[in-house]
Structure formats: C-alpha cells, structure tokens
C-alpha cells in the first residue's frame, strides 16, 4: 500500500484559500447578475460564449465543453432561456443530428447589457486587488491547473 503523500503546512494553506475561492467566487458572481440582471452566471456564461461565436451558434456538445456543464444542465438552462426568448435551439444543418444553440438579437441585447455590471463585479473582487505580475501569475496558475484537471 502506498503511503499518503501529505499537503505540508503551506500547502495546506494555500489549499483552503483556492478551496473557499472556488467555493465563494461563483456564489459572489450569480447574487450580482441574479440582483443586476435576473441571470445566474452559468446562464451569463452560457450566453456569452455564444455571444462570442460565429453567428453566436454553437453545437450544444461543444457549448456544455466551453460552460464546463453537463449536457443536461445546459439542456434545461437553454430550455429556460428559450422561454425567455434569448436563445433558440436549431437542427445542425451539417448532419441534421445534432442542435445548435443559437442566441437571439434579445439574447444578444440581454448579455451585452448585463456584461457592464459583471465585469465591474469580477474587477472589484478579483483584479482590483491584484498587481499586474499577480495577474499575469494568475494566469499561468489556473492554465497549469487547467491542464491537470481537463486531461
């Protein structure tokens, strides 16, 4: 049996922090945009991402890989946002298989004017602290992480 490779002392510290950081920072995010915008982020993110996208269309399969969400979620998420009139969901027209998920001009309205009030949340709790060399470490941190953790 192979003996347990404890964290020391530091990481240990270092662990709870990025723990509650993770634990704490989605919660911070989804108050604002439910409060500002009536959305929670995985519905901002969802949005955006599209938003971003050519045609701001996406396959649901690739948008549940870029929302880090399980087909499930995203397909109730979408089904609400539907209802809402933000999104709209069309057959792929490759293969006929699969959907898109596609966001309409009131979708597109919708994210560009909660954005203001997210990127001033996300500024406040997390860069405005922060040096410039702190941000760029941030980076390279959470890529690194990224890596590890999506293979």
Do not use: C
Request: aromatic residues 6%; hydrophobic residues 40%.
């Amino acid at each position: 049996m192979e003996e347990t490779r404890w964290l020391t002392e530091e990481q240990q510290r270092a662990w709870r922090r990025f723990a509650a950081v993770m634990m704490q920072l989605p919660g911070t995010l989804d108050a604002q945009l439910q409060q500002d915008a009536h959305l929670t982020h995985f519905g901002y993110w969802v949005m955006a991402m599209l938003s971003e996208a050519p045609g701001r269309a996406l396959r649901m399969s690739e948008l549940a890989a870029l929302a880090n969400g399980s087909q499930s979620r995203l397909s109730h998420l979408v089904g609400r946002l539907e209802e809402q009139g933000w999104v709209r969901r069309e057959r792929t027209p490759q293969d006929g298989r699969g959907y898109l998920a596609v966001l309409t001009d009131d979708g597109y309205r919708k994210v560009v004017g909660a954005a203001p009030g997210h990127v001033d949340k996300v500024r406040s709790v997390v860069f405005d602290a922060l040096t410039p060399e702190q941000v760029a470490q941030l980076d390279e941190i959470s890529a690194i992480i990224l890596a590890r953790v999506t293979r």
